[in-house]
């Protein structure tokens, strides 16, 4: 069986939705700020690598581990489910937006929005 990474379409389909992703970040209200002072252009890249890798297409990641990555912004700007929350809208929303099947959708939810990860996010 294929990678869900290859059945979504490999780094085109990648590069597409995390470029459509940011725009909806990046209008949600609920949201926007924790971007406020980010280097989108290297935040795009990181979430491509990280969605490459989480999807099945790299063997492994070279980033951050999530805790890490985003204890600042637990710490000094309350990161907390419902934001873990809209992220998750905004991605289902660009997911569906660019027409993936929903059984694909519901792949990505499963490995982006389970509670170890969201755990992991939100340094629980």
């Known amino acids: 069986m294929n990678s869900l990474y290859e059945r979504l379409g490999g780094q085109a389909?990648?590069?597409?939705?995390?470029?459509?992703f940011y725009e909806k970040v990046l209008a949600d209200d609920r949201i926007k700020h924790f971007?406020?002072?980010t280097d989108m252009n290297q935040q795009r890249q990181h979430q491509k690598d990280f969605m490459t890798y989480a999807f099945g297409g790299a063997k492994q990641w070279d980033g951050k581990?999530?805790?890490?990555?985003?204890q600042k912004l637990?710490?000094?700007?309350?990161?907390t489910d419902s934001h873990f929350d809209?992220?998750?809208?905004?991605?289902?929303?660009t997911l569906v937006d660019i027409n993936v099947p929903q059984e694909l959708i519901d792949e990505v939810v499963k490995i982006v929005g389970s509670s170890a990860h969201r755990n992991d996010v939100l340094n629980r």
């Open 13 to 20: 389909a990648v590069d597409v939705a995390v470029d459509k």
């Open 35 to 37: 971007f406020a002072n």
């Open 65 to 70: 581990p999530m805790r890490e990555a985003h």
């Open 74 to 79: 637990v710490e000094e700007m309350g990161l």
């Open 86 to 93: 809209a992220v998750a809208e905004d991605l289902v929303a």
